[in-house]
């Protein structure tokens, strides 16, 4: 591992950890044990740090994915365990990340929400048809408006005055949604299928 890839590394653990607006780079130095001389070889200050990471998270949260669809039998299992690594990814996740980084670092949050919709929309529009064309998804279901509500559900989730991060932990705020995303596209194979794969199993009522 570089140099640079260990402090984005390292600081994508402090930022999930304390959020982003109350660390500072003296502090990032020191949980990193490095001097702040050493980390500004590498990035020209802290929103530059933030970009770094998120485009690192963007990154490996791809390299995953397309390896899930080189090795998924069928799209049911490419969306479970897409879904199971989004669910292990966001057991100490923080809600008021994506607040912090809309309000105090936009242009990571644009960086994100480009991603989201070319990259992930495209990608859960050709699982949904897939999905109908395999039987496991409703054949009167929209893919395309599907996607679509799917992309923008993060923006629900992540609404601090629906649900604030105080009282609301955005690992079960996602559980919820899968729960109640699945209920609403499965067909009975894909209810027989999801019964009977060991994915999921901790996120299933």
Same mark, same amino acid.
Request: charged content about 30%; hydrophobic content about 35%; overall charge positive.
């Given at each position: 591992?570089?140099?640079?890839?260990?402090?984005? @590394?390292? @600081?994508?653990?402090?930022?999930?950890?304390?959020? $982003?607006?109350?660390?500072?780079?003296?502090?990032? +130095?020191?949980? $990193?044990?490095? @001097?702040?001389?050493?980390?500004?070889?590498?990035?020209?200050?802290?929103?530059?740090? %933030? &970009?770094?990471? *998120?485009?690192? &998270?963007? #990154?490996? /949260?791809?390299?995953?994915?397309?390896?899930?669809?080189?090795?998924?039998?069928?799209?049911?299992?490419?969306?479970?365990?897409?879904?199971?690594?989004?669910?292990?990814? *966001? =057991?100490?996740?923080?809600?008021?990340?994506?607040?912090?980084? =809309?309000?105090?670092? !936009?242009? @990571?949050? +644009?960086?994100?929400? /480009? &991603?989201? /919709?070319? %990259?992930?929309?495209?990608?859960?529009? =050709?699982?949904?048809?897939?999905?109908?064309?395999?039987?496991?998804?409703?054949? #009167?279901?929209?893919?395309?408006?599907?996607?679509?509500?799917? %992309?923008?559900?993060?923006?629900?989730?992540?609404? =601090?005055?629906?649900? !604030?991060?105080?009282?609301?932990?955005?690992?079960?705020?996602?559980?919820?949604?899968?729960?109640?995303?699945?209920?609403?596209?499965?067909? !009975?194979?894909?209810?027989?299928?999801?019964?009977?794969?060991?994915?999921?199993?901790?996120?299933? !009522?």
């Amino acid at each position: 591992m570089s140099q640079l890839d260990n402090i984005i @590394s390292k @600081s994508a653990e402090l930022f999930l950890r304390y959020g $982003l607006k109350s660390l500072t780079m003296d502090e990032i +130095a020191k949980q $990193l044990g490095m @001097s702040k001389k050493t980390i500004y070889q590498y990035v020209s200050n802290k929103s530059d740090l %933030v &970009h770094k990471v *998120m485009q690192a &998270h963007l #990154d490996n /949260e791809d390299n995953f994915i397309k390896e899930v669809q080189k090795t998924s039998k069928n799209a049911l299992e490419e969306n479970l365990r897409t879904m199971t690594f989004m669910c292990e990814d *966001m =057991q100490g996740f923080n809600g008021m990340i994506f607040f912090e980084l =809309q309000k105090y670092y !936009p242009e @990571s949050f +644009a960086l994100f929400n /480009e &991603h989201r /919709e070319k %990259v992930a929309l495209r990608r859960i529009l =050709q699982n949904l048809k897939e999905g109908i064309k395999e039987g496991f998804y409703r054949k #009167d279901m929209d893919a395309d408006i599907m996607s679509r509500i799917l %992309v923008s559900s993060l923006d629900i989730l992540i609404d =601090q005055q629906r649900f !604030p991060s105080k009282k609301y932990h955005f690992y079960n705020l996602y559980k919820e949604f899968v729960n109640y995303h699945l209920g609403g596209i499965l067909t !009975p194979k894909g209810v027989k299928y999801l019964e009977e794969s060991k994915l999921l199993k901790s996120l299933m !009522p």
